[in-house]
Nanobody
Framework: QVQLVESGGGLVQAGGSLRLSCAASGSIFTIYTWGWYRQAPGKQRELVASIATGDNTNYVDSVKGRFTISRDNAKNTVYLQMNSLKPEDTAVYYC??????????????WGQGTQVTVSS
């Protein structure tokens, strides 16, 4: 079993910054791709950013130039640095990990979600 624990959400004014963290623990052989998703009230969950093995990154257009995803493989942790935040970034943010477990199974795991609220 693998657990993902997120931290770093909160309330910030427009133009401010937040840094989200997501740490994985448990039966992990390796983590291939990390993703940060968000879900605003009444909207579908969307992929915000992802980082694959080799640090290849992808971002949704709305956050390009403002958000940066990074990973620390030694700590099994992914980060999302969010700058120049806008009210439309308000959502619950979830991390997701594509994990090769110690039993060599490929499984996806999700964090519990962390609220990010940007006031205007």
């Amino acid at each position: 079993q693998v657990q993902l624990v997120e931290s770093g959400g909160g309330l910030v004014q427009a133009g401010g910054s937040l840094r989200l963290s997501c740490a994985a623990s448990g039966s992990i052989f390796t983590i291939y791709t990390w993703g940060w998703y968000r879900q605003a009230p009444g909207k579908q969950r969307e992929l915000v950013a992802s980082i694959a093995t080799g640090d290849n990154t992808n971002y949704v257009d709305s956050v390009k130039g403002r958000f940066t995803i990074s990973r620390d493989n030694a700590k099994n942790t992914v980060y999302l640095q969010m700058n120049s935040l806008k009210p439309e970034d308000t959502a619950v943010y979830y991390c997701k990990a594509d994990v090769r477990t110690l039993r060599l199974l490929m499984e996806d795991y999700w964090g519990q979600g962390t609220q990010v609220t940007v006031s205007s």
